[in-house]
Nanobody
Framework: QLQLVESGGGLVQPGGSLRLSCAASGFTLDDYSIMWFRQAPGKEREGVSCMSSSDGSTNYADAVKGRFTISRDKAKNTVYLQMNSLKPEDTAVYYC???????????????????????WGKGTLVTVSL
């Protein structure tokens, strides 16, 4: 069974950090480009970060550039999203997704329909609040 499972969400104060994990089962993440999306309350889901399958290059939405870092652990078949200097506006459900046809990371910040991902996780909630 092909599956992506996110973890690591929780409540954090503004300025704090969290590391989200996206573990794959049933397939090898190396063969896929991976994206992180988020959906804030009352807003559309948007692409936040990407790591390409071809060369490991990355891309980030302007809102998180310089604060978030995507990485991959091949041995654990897991992708991470390190989130630093968190802001209340980062509060959202965060999803990871995988796509076999995406060789380079496209522009971030758009809706899932633009990217056409193959597999999705169920999400993990991040709340940034005092």
């Amino acid at each position: 069974q092909l599956q992506l499972v996110e973890s690591g969400g929780g409540l954090v104060q503004p300025g704090g950090s969290l590391r989200l994990s996206c573990a794959a089962s049933g397939f090898t993440l190396d063969d896929y480009s991976i994206m992180w999306f988020r959906q804030a309350p009352g807003k559309e889901r948007e692409g936040v970060s990407c790591m390409s399958s071809s060369d490991g290059s990355t891309n980030y939405a302007d809102a998180v550039k310089g604060r978030f870092t995507i990485s991959r652990d091949k041995a654990k078949n897991t992708v991470y999203l390190q989130m630093n200097s968190l802001k209340p506006e980062d509060t959202a459900v965060y999803y990871c997704a995988a796509d076999s046809g995406m060789l380079v990371c496209p522009v971030m910040g758009l809706s899932p329909d633009y990217y056409g991902m193959d597999y999705w996780g169920k999400g993990t909630l991040v709340t940034v609040s005092l």
